[in-house]
């Protein structure tokens, strides 16, 4: 199975610059027509616009489980200090624990595997840029993995 989000999360970063965009606009208006009101309101939800997308961490993800191996890539969409790219690649025979944790209307990917030296933990991924749908089939398939040990 392969999943991809990136046509959505291409509309998500088309909508968060042009939202940026007019947010900068509309501060820079009452900047100009000296409405310090104004300016500080829309500069504020600017901000906070901002400091919300990067607390949201909305990720492309790549998900892959054709063959003997999951694959899943994933790096943020909108980042302000350069993109992290990873990457979490592991034989299907090793995966011990995978389970999608859900609060409110965040989704983060935990996944273990069993090494030679004990049980490894990856960092969780947030799902957040995903449908329910695609959430729901990525962790189908790594339960059906499970069960079959």
């Known amino acids: 199975m392969e999943i991809s989000n990136k046509k959505r999360t291409t509309t998500i970063k088309r909508t968060f610059n042009f939202s940026m965009v007019i947010l900068l606009l509309i501060t820079l208006f009452f900047v100009w027509k000296e409405n310090n009101t104004g300016a500080l309101i829309s500069g504020a939800v600017l901000i906070l616009g ?18 003997a191996k999951i694959l899943i890539r994933y790096y943020p969409v909108i980042a302000f200090f350069g993109k992290e790219y990873s990457s979490i690649e592991f034989d299907k025979s090793l995966l011990y624990f995978a389970k999608v944790k859900r609060m409110m209307a965040f989704s983060d990917l935990y996944v273990a595997i069993k090494t030679s030296k004990g049980i490894a933990e990856y960092p969780e991924v947030s799902l957040v840029g995903l449908t329910k749908e695609e959430i729901s089939l990525i962790e189908h398939d790594l339960n059906s993995l499970m069960k079959k040990d």
């Open 50 to 67: 901002i400091i919300g997308v990067q607390f949201v961490n909305i990720n492309y993800i790549y998900y892959s489980s054709d063959g």
